[in-house]
């Protein structure tokens, strides 16, 4: 018999007619081609069997689908003039909230100066005042020592 004619998967999977196992069972005999095709087979299907069952996947994804484009930041960091331009947007950025950082700061520390400069000013005018009164005092001590000398020298009467 031809070993084209003997279906050897439909004997091995058991979905061969009685018949056609009876004619497949007297050509494995004679046949050890077709035997080792048959243990192929058996090996297949013992090694399938012994796979845990799992559900199909409910889809195919295609290589078209959404599913394989790049997330948009993947996008963004692929392209080199938008990274760099995030870049310089982000140092300009900086250095506008710097310079307003600065800005603010100075502003601070001119209040302060303004601050202790209108202090020191209070401070020396009152002890200013004071110096004055005592200058007057001692001008007029002064004045009086060198009127009583002028009179003690009689020079000058009153």
Sequence with gaps: MDCQAIDIKAYALNEA??????????HLKNCAECREEL?????????????????PPRRIAFVSDKVFEPNWWQRF????????????????????????????????????VQALLEATEKKYEGQSEA????????DIQNKRDRMAMIQNAGLVKY
Excluded at 81 to 88: L, Q, S, T, Y
Excluded at 131 to 138: N, Y
């Design 17 to 26: 007619s009685p018949a056609g196992r009876r004619e497949a069972e007297l």
């Design 39 to 55: 243990a192929r087979l058996q090996f297949v299907q013992a090694a399938l069997g012994g796979l845990r069952e799992e559900d």
């Design 77 to 112: 960091w692929a392209s080199g003039p938008r990274v760099g331009f995030a870049a310089a947007a982000l140092l300009s950025a900086a250095i506008l909230i710097h310079a307003a950082a600065v800005t603010q700061s100075e502003a601070r520390q001119d209040a302060k």
């Design 131 to 138: 110096l004055k009164a005592v200058l007057d005092q001692l």
